[in-house]
């Protein structure tokens, strides 16, 4: 027979077996709640360009039929119904973790310009702005001069135009020495997602990688950094440089030089 205080113990240890599955089950879930309203919150752009992307929406779908078959697997097959609903939400965390946590980490490249590479002509102090690629197209400030043997020489500057991201900075197109080509971005400030990458895409105002050269990831979202470009490429006319997102398919910034 249990005293007063055998009796209280019984009841609170009655009383955390009921409240564990009861965190078992919706803990998770409201991490993940907690999750989305930190990026809403931090970077609603994040979660707008997602709305509106179809491969998101797929990769979103796919995400979802696999938490819902190893929820379904381990809940009813091995008839462990609060483990399923926890081995379920790991696709879900993992997908969340990929694909939005970058929006929170900023990461700083501080990479030096080539010695003797005069200072950009175009100024990055004013933020540009997407227009349609049909209308108006950004336009560059330099006329490519006559490149010498007495050191790198800019072939164009713009200021970085925002697409999907906000976006801010310079982009240059240098020439090295003949058939030696880089991609610098300065004061760079773009707005961080998943798998950008960075092109060099022939024509005006590109929002899509097309024939473009691969020029590799985008080393930071932040300060200033240099790209090799191909010794085989060739940079006559105007030419885009593109931040992009390889995931989703989406144009992140550009800029139009050269």
């Known amino acids: ?70 929820t379904w697997l381990v809940g009813r097959r091995l008839r462990r119904p609060v483990l399923g609903r926890m081995v379920g939400l790991v696709p879900v965390v993992v997908a969340l973790v990929w694909g939005f946590l970058p929006a929170f980490r900023d990461v700083q490249v501080a990479e030096t310009a080539p010695v003797g590479l005069p200072p950009a002509t175009t100024s990055s102090s004013t933020p540009a702005v997407s227009t349609p690629a049909a209308e108006t197209s950004p336009v560059t400030t330099t006329t490519p001069p006559t490149p010498t043997s007495q050191g790198p020489v800019e072939l164009g500057s713009a200021g970085v135009v925002s697409l999907d991201y906000q976006a801010t900075g310079t982009a240059r197109l240098i020439q090295l020495a003949p058939d030696d080509l880089l991609v ?18 022939p024509g005006v105002d590109q929002r899509a ?6 020029l590799g990831e985008l080393k930071g979202n932040r300060g200033d950094q240099n790209y090799d470009v191909p010794a085989e490429t060739t940079a006559e006319g105007a030419q885009t440089i593109l931040i992009w997102c390889r995931s989703f398919a989406a144009p992140v910034a550009n800029a139009t030089v050269g």
Not at 57 to 66: E, H, K, P
């Open 1 to 70: 027979m249990l005293g007063g205080g055998g009796v209280a113990t019984a009841a609170y240890a009655a009383g955390m077996s009921a409240r564990a599955p009861v965190l078992l089950r919706w803990g998770p879930l409201a991490v993940v709640g907690a999750l989305f309203v930190a990026l809403a919150v931090a970077s609603p752009e994040t979660l707008a360009v997602t709305a509106r992307n179809p491969l998101a929406w797929a990769f979103i779908a796919l995400v979802a039929a696999l938490s819902i078959g190893l």
């Open 184 to 201: 610098r971005f300065e004061g760079l400030n773009v707005e961080n997602g998943p798998d950008y990458v960075v092109y060099l895409v």
């Open 209 to 214: 990688p097309g024939d473009g050269v691969f």
